[in-house]
């Protein structure tokens, strides 16, 4: 309802007027609201961009779009600034009356200090899109709106006829339902330090979603992990699922004992349901052709691909090494694929990250049964190129087994955290490992010899 005095504010002649000081920002795909925002907070003298706006925002980055209505209201609030009611009702019998009502409304802002953001139809044309807009003045002499234009590199002070503006200004749901949103940004109170954010930001994500959602195919649900975008074609719960159960559960366990940072880059995660959807997929959708029925990485695009029909460990193993590369980027590859092959089949024991007997054990005994496994030395000092060059599988087996042994001694934390702080001086590790074991690993050598022929695998799938 429209109080009478704002109806009589309507019909009574508007004044000329302009708010200066408003660096233009172009905006960044969707982020119209965002940059509108961050126009307005320059004007203030304060350097907040159109991705922090988004950040203060709350909205979840997988959704892979801009701020609505609600979500900037939320961000202006957080940012120090009061944007009023948002949404106001428009009577379609008494349309122009209360269409003139609200801009009188906003003009009185505007000669008080008080820019608004409308959101409104971009144009006329059928099909259009919403869009945001920042209002900073009206022309008396010629019946013009002024406002800022984001979505356009020459957009700064264009005008529209107040006519037009009013035209576009509302949204017609229903043919008893008009409703015009508008949004002050007037300062409330000092203004708020901004939350921190690491990379990637809530920003930085929601853009890379815009632009994989350019490609991807419609059956196709994400979830947000920080720093791993989930990818996914089963049911939309049991990707969610995958995410917070696997990905988050495997993230935040490496963190508490083994890594002391994340990763600072986005990795995607791409979970397929099967065989056929996972290989199909490879080719469509990154021109890649399966050498592996589990999954594979693409370290160009900072990919995990995989095929989670036969378990997820192919996704635990490969998400230790982005961890590795984060804390440790030359890390060697004794150690790196030893613990992406430890946890690729994990479990939990007292709120700790642990690997599992798997498939990799007959490999490894069978070496050491007929006395061709390597020197837990000769191991360590490996060169990368050699360690991958091993056909035979020994050298993976050996790894994983050589961690899988500290795991069970209760050292293997420990190993882990002292190889990273001595990564300086002994690039190998085998420093540490002489450190935690208290000698010569080597003279470990039958010990843990004998401990792996002692294992015995109950099959359980991994």
Known sequence: MIPFVALWLAAAPLSSVQLEGFPFVQQKPDFCGEADVE?????????????????????????????????????????????????????????????????????????????????????????????????????????????????????????????????????????????????????????????????????????????????????????????????????????????????????????????????????????????????????????TEPTTPYGYYLSGRRAMVMNIRPGYGTLTHEMVHPFMHANWPEGPAWLNEGLGSLFEFPGERDGHFIGQLNWRLPAVQQAIREKWVPRISTLTHTTDDAFYADETGVHYAMARYLCYWLQERGLLVKFVQRAQALKAIDPSGSSALKEVLGGDPDSFQADWEAFVTGLKRVRRGA
């Open 39 to 287: 126009m307005a907070l320059r004007r203030l003298g304060r350097q907040v961009t159109q991705d922090d706006v988004f950040n203060a925002s709350g909205l979840d980055p997988a959704k892979g779009r801009g701020v609505w209505a609600n979500e900037l209201g939320a961000a202006l609030r957080n940012l120090g600034l009061e944007p009023g009611q948002t949404w106001y009702r428009v009577n379609p019998s008494r349309a122009q009356a209360e269409l003139d009502a609200q801009w009188a409304a906003l003009h009185a802002d505007l000669v008080a200090g008080t820019p608004s953001i409308v959101c409104m139809h971009y144009d006329a044309s059928p099909g259009t899109t919403e869009h945001f807009r920042l209002i900073t003045g009206y022309d008396a002499t010629k019946d013009e709106v002024v406002y800022q234009e984001p979505a356009e590199p020459d957009g700064a002070n264009r005008h529209m006829k107040r006519a037009d503006f009013l035209a576009l200004w509302p949204f017609k749901p229903a043919k008893d339902k008009w409703t015009v949103i508008r949004l002050r940004l007037a300062p409330q109170g000092e203004p708020p330090a901004l939350a921190p954010q690491t990379a990637p930001t809530p920003a930085e994500v929601a853009q890379h979603v815009m632009t994989l959602k350019e490609t991807l195919p419609r059956n196709f649900t994400l979830a947000w992990e920080k720093p791993f975008l989930v990818v996914g074609n089963e049911e939309p719960d049991k990707v969610r699922s995958r995410g917070k159960d696997v990905v988050r559960w495997t993230r935040d366990l490496l963190l508490k004992d083994f890594f002391q940072k994340p990763p600072e880059h986005l990795e995607e995660v791409w979970i397929f349901k099967d065989a056929a959807t996972y290989e199909a997929s490879s080719r469509s959708l990154f021109h």
